[in-house]
């Protein structure tokens, strides 16, 4: 997976504009319903190691608490481009088995990458996932 193939699928998604700076590419939209607003990133690891993808960012701006929606948007949208279908499910499945009603900051480790998934308490949400 590349940065420009995840791009691709945020596009087919959210046909918002793309920012680029320097190593990151960078969206910014609102999502449906009540989801908040996403900024969301790919990064490589450098600026000539453009085929490889070192990190996807995905933060939101809440106006409530987490919701099941949202996770699934995220999961799917957002860092499904680099997993394939059956990671998205156990990350999802992850993900809905974390209490998010209060401020956390929870880990999952594989081989192939280390997820965080962080809820501060300025009703923000972020999934920031590291290519390994």
């Given amino acids: 997976m590349t940065p420009s193939k995840v791009m691709d699928a945020w596009a087919g998604?959210?046909?918002v504009p793309v920012t680029v700076d320097g190593s990151l590419h960078i969206i910014r939209v609102t999502l449906?319903?009540?989801?908040?607003?996403l900024s969301a990133a790919v990064?490589?690891?450098s600026k000539?190691?453009?085929?490889e993808v070192a990190q996807v960012l995905c933060m939101v701006k809440l106006p409530?608490?987490?919701?099941?929606?949202?996770?699934?948007?995220l999961v799917?949208?957002?860092i499904g481009p680099v997993l394939g279908a059956k990671e998205r499910k156990a990350v999802f499945d992850w993900l809905i088995g974390i209490d998010f009603s209060a401020p956390t900051?929870?880990?999952?480790?594989?081989s192939g990458y280390e997820l965080l998934a962080n809820h501060s308490s300025d009703e923000s949400f972020a999934?920031?996932?590291?290519?390994?």
């Fill in 13 to 15: 998604r959210w046909p």
């Fill in 32 to 37: 449906p319903g009540k989801q908040g607003r």
């Fill in 43 to 45: 990064g490589q690891p």
């Fill in 48 to 51: 000539d190691r453009e085929n």
């Fill in 64 to 73: 409530g608490a987490v919701q099941r929606q949202l996770l699934q948007t």
């Fill in 76 to 78: 799917d949208g957002c």
């Fill in 105 to 110: 900051y929870e880990f999952r480790r594989t």
């Fill in 127 to 132: 999934l920031n996932l590291f290519a390994r």
